[in-house]
């Protein structure tokens, strides 16, 4: 499934606990990293190939990373989903993680790798979150530290290293 809009906007603020800012309370370890081998194996089952697999990321608000070689893809361009420690949520990203704007990603982001995706992620129970929208600025309630400083975005918030 995909979010989008205020039901995207309305998730984000609902997992976005000042308390817990790594992983939420009710974490189940056990459980996440077994839901990622397993997305590992039917990703690599689903584009022929061997993946490259992060998991378990520490100091992060996020689980982990997983990509799909160029070679393996049917525009050439590496693939990359990240997977959030907080309410079943992902990104996929061309090549990396903000590399590009929402509209290139359109054109590199071949149809049917992109539904070849989608229907493992869907399968498993994962949420798509579009990843142009994650790089707006940060306004909910934690105090996130970035580079010394406070801000950061939403990507921070979900996505990144603390």
């Not at 689903?46 to 998991?55: G, L, N, Q, S, V």
């Not at 399968?123 to 105090?143: A, C, F, K, N, T």
Request: net charge negative; with cysteine; aromatic share 10%.
């Amino acid at each position: 499934m995909r979010l989008t809009g205020e039901a995207l906007w309305r998730r984000l603020r609902e997992l976005d606990d000042p308390d817990h800012l790594e992983r939420p309370a009710d974490f189940d370890r056990a459980a996440t990293a077994e839901r990622f081998r397993t997305l590992v194996e039917r990703v690599e089952a689903a584009f022929r190939c061997r993946c490259t697999a992060d998991p378990d990321e520490q100091d992060a608000s996020f689980w982990g990373t997983l990509r799909v070689p160029a070679e393996a893809t049917r525009t050439g361009a590496q693939l990359v989903v990240c997977v959030s420690s907080f309410g079943s949520l992902v990104t996929v990203s061309v090549e990396n993680p903000g590399a590009y704007e929402a509209e290139e990603t359109a054109l590199l982001l071949d149809p049917e790798d992109d539904a070849r995706l989608e229907g493992v992620l869907d399968d498993l129970g994962y949420v798509i979150v579009p990843e142009p929208e994650l790089w707006r600025e940060y306004d909910g309630p934690s105090e996130l530290v970035v580079g010394g400083g406070h801000g950061g975005t939403w990507w921070t918030r979900f996505f990144d290293w603390f």
